[in-house]
């Protein structure tokens, strides 16, 4: 299909460990959007990109988080150390136009991310 | 502090009844809202959304009120059905979506 896609769809990481987590947004979408969503709760931004600029990362928890888009496709979600509050599903979206309110965001799947 | 509130974590209803889902917000500037659907292992899916120029918003089943003066918004969805069954999540637009913390909609046959 041509929808956002995430990989892996589940990852096990031992505490300490860095872990890498992908998305593939839709084709020819120029915004990206990293999201984390906790047991029970909503998902809650972490970072938007444009293209291959990252024009906010006021979301991200800590500096054990980092995103790159370099290339303005794919994007990758880096977290170093994790620890077990890192324990989420991590959501990533893409939309259309450039970051205007009224463009709908399609989310892929999403990354269940387990720190033991 | 919880921009974007959904009081109800969960809500059951007779299959061909209505549902409705409510949601609170805080900050005034916020003009654009969306409903999303999840269901278990998918990421959400866009639902419906209106603006703030507007109080009403209907696509087939589905409609989303506004109502500015109280910072409330709510979807109805009318005749719900078993496959409604989903966790319903609205969320304010400010380029990045404020998202509630959901509401669990059962839909019972």
């Known amino acids: 299909g041509a929808g956002v896609s995430q990989s892996p769809r589940y990852k096990v990481a031992k505490r300490g460990q860095d872990v890498a987590l992908r998305c593939d947004p839709i084709?020819?979408?120029?915004?990206l959007f990293w999201y984390q969503q906790a047991l029970g709760q909503g998902p809650e931004f972490l970072t938007y990109f444009q293209n291959e600029a990252q024009l906010d990362k006021s979301g991200l928890p800590s500096d054990r988080f980092f995103a790159e888009r370099p290339e303005g496709s794919v994007s990758t979600l880096k977290i170093q150390r994790t620890q077990q509050e890192d324990s989420a599903v991590y959501l990533c979206?893409?939309?259309?136009?450039?970051?205007?309110?009224?463009?709908?965001?399609?989310f892929g799947p999403g990354t269940r991310l387990t720190v033991t | 502090d919880q921009q974007v509130k959904q009081n109800s974590p969960s809500l059951s209803v007779q299959e061909g009844r209505i549902s409705i889902l409510n949601c609170d917000y805080t900050?005034?500037?916020?003009?654009?809202f969306l409903w999303y659907k999840k269901y278990p292992a998918e990421g959400p899916t866009f639902l419906i959304s209106?603006?703030?120029?507007?109080d009403k918003n209907e696509d087939g089943r589905f409609t989303v009120f506004l109502n500015k003066s109280a910072k409330h918004l709510s979807l109805h969805i009318v005749p719900s059905q078993p496959g409604d069954s989903a966790v319903y999540f609205c969320a304010a637009s400010a380029y990045k979506y404020i998202f509630g913390t959901g509401t669990r909609l059962k839909v019972l046959a």
């Open positions: 084709s020819g979408h120029v915004s």
């Open positions: 979206a893409s939309s259309l136009a450039h970051g205007a309110g009224l463009d709908e965001q399609y």
């Open positions: 209106i603006s703030s120029i507007k």
């Open positions: 900050n005034s500037m916020f003009d654009y």
